[in-house]
């Protein structure tokens, strides 16, 4: 089969023909569909982050059809669609077990320790394919598998309940599916700071109330609007100290500041006025859980989330448009987003 391979960090990515995965009997094969191209794709290749292996197939946001399953296999057949979970937990360990497998001590990633999706197919053990239904094209289960999951598994960190107030602080990708996960987890009102006015402009249409933090302190900026009461929950996305002290800044009595932007420079915390006057929480929250897939999936066939407007662009299995593409990455925050696909 083809599929397009890191083979050295730095270097870029060439079309290899390889053998089709091989799979246990507790596993699916997956004839790849659409796998979209993520920002942690470009980092990859660039040799930002180590790799469990090389040469190694690219792609952890993978949905398709399921072309064979294992003997053992029994909650999912041949011909079904699916998208696919890329953390690989052990499902026997103490972490696994208490059903918080991100925990997992030998957890591997599609696409980053083990082959992922810029191939024709791909084999997974069964429990990490999801059901997509029909309503949901390839390419938007794809995505589904990254941002928006990740969006979905902070604002439960952030354990938001019908009638609260959230801010969501960068309407990128995650932000965008926050906004509208917050809106169908009960959240009545919804704050989006950002500095790029096209962003603030989408969020709105989303119906999130813009905060132009290029012009004004976001938090004090959320402290009246909210006549002084503060949200219940402020998402950081962006991964800088002044953003993540903004977020808990913005909070009311016993708020929730979760931490998804990622970061290892300190940032400041005032204890008295925010933390312990408020009994607020500071939460870290890091990728997202199988279980959470469903309910997110569901979401989305149901239009409550809707990710029409994530998939900008779609391209073939060709290594030349998928180098583009990293390239185009690497020079642009945007989220502009592609997706290679395949017909059957
Ligand atoms: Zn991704
Ligand atoms: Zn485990």
């Known amino acids: 089969m083809k599929a397009i391979r890191m083979v050295a960090p730095g270097k870029v990515l060439e079309l290899q023909e390889i053998p089709i995965p091989s799979f246990g009997e507790a596993?699916?094969?997956?004839?790849?569909?659409?796998?979209?191209?993520?920002?942690?794709?470009?980092?990859?290749?660039?040799?930002?982050?180590?790799?469990?292996?090389?040469?190694?197939?690219?792609?952890?946001?993978?949905?398709?059809?399921?072309?064979?399953?294992?003997?053992?296999?029994?909650?999912?057949?041949?011909?079904?669609?699916?998208?696919?979970?890329?953390?690989i937990s052990c499902g026997d360990c103490y972490y696994c077990k208490n059903g918080i497998e991100q925990f997992c001590t030998t957890v591997k990633m599609i696409g980053h320790h083990v082959d992922g999706g810029y191939a024709e197919y791909i084999a997974m053990p069964a429990r990490n394919a999801i059901h997509l239904p029909d309503e949901i094209s390839f390419e938007e289960?794809?995505?589904?598998?990254?941002?928006?999951?990740t969006a979905l598994h902070a604002l439960r960190r952030g354990r938001v309940k019908d009638g609260e107030t959230v801010a969501v602080f960068g309407v990128g990708g995650l932000g965008m599916s926050a906004i509208q996960l917050a809106k169908a987890l009960g959240a009545v009102e919804v704050y989006a700071?950002?500095?790029?006015?096209?962003?603030?402009?989408?969020?709105?249409?989303?119906?999130?109330?813009?905060?132009?933090?290029?012009?004004?302190?976001?938090?004090?900026?959320?402290?009246?609007?909210?006549?002084?009461?503060?949200?219940?929950?402020?998402?950081?996305?962006?991964?800088?100290?002044?953003?993540?002290?903004?977020?808990?800044?913005?909070?009311?009595?016993?708020?929730?500041?979760?931490?998804?932007?990622?970061?290892?420079?300190?940032?400041?915390?005032?204890?008295?006025?925010?933390?312990?006057?408020?009994?607020?929480?500071?939460?870290?929250?890091?990728?997202?859980?199988?279980?959470?897939?469903?309910?997110?999936?569901?979401?989305?066939?149901?239009?409550?989330?809707?990710?029409?407007?994530?998939?900008?662009?779609t391209i073939p299995l060709d290594a030349d448009k998928v180098n583009q593409r990293l390239d185009d990455l690497e020079i642009y925050t945007n989220d502009v987003r592609a997706v290679i696909v395949q017909s059957a």
Do not use: W
């Open 141 to 149: 289960g794809a995505t589904l598998m990254c941002a928006s999951a």
């Open 27 to 87: 596993d699916v094969l997956v004839r790849v569909r659409a796998a979209g191209i993520c920002h942690s794709d470009a980092h990859y290749r660039a040799g930002r982050s180590p790799m469990g292996m090389l040469p190694i197939t690219l792609g952890h946001e993978v949905a398709g059809k399921v072309e064979a399953v294992g003997s053992q296999v029994r909650s999912i057949k041949a011909g079904e669609r699916v998208c696919l979970h890329y953390n």
């Open 193 to 313: 700071v950002d500095i790029k006015r096209d962003k603030l402009e989408l969020a709105s249409e989303y119906g999130a109330i813009p905060i132009d933090a290029s012009r004004m302190d976001a938090a004090e900026e959320i402290r009246r609007l909210t006549k002084g009461k503060g949200v219940d929950v402020g998402l950081e996305m962006i991964g800088l100290p002044v953003t993540m002290k903004q977020t808990v800044q913005s909070l009311g009595p016993l708020g929730r500041a979760v931490i998804v932007g990622l970061s290892q420079v300190p940032f400041e915390v005032d204890p008295y006025r925010t933390l312990i006057g408020y009994e607020a929480e500071i939460i870290g929250s890091n990728d997202h859980l199988l279980q959470e897939l469903p309910i997110l999936i569901d979401m989305a066939r149901r239009k409550i989330l809707d990710t029409s407007h994530v998939v900008s662009q």
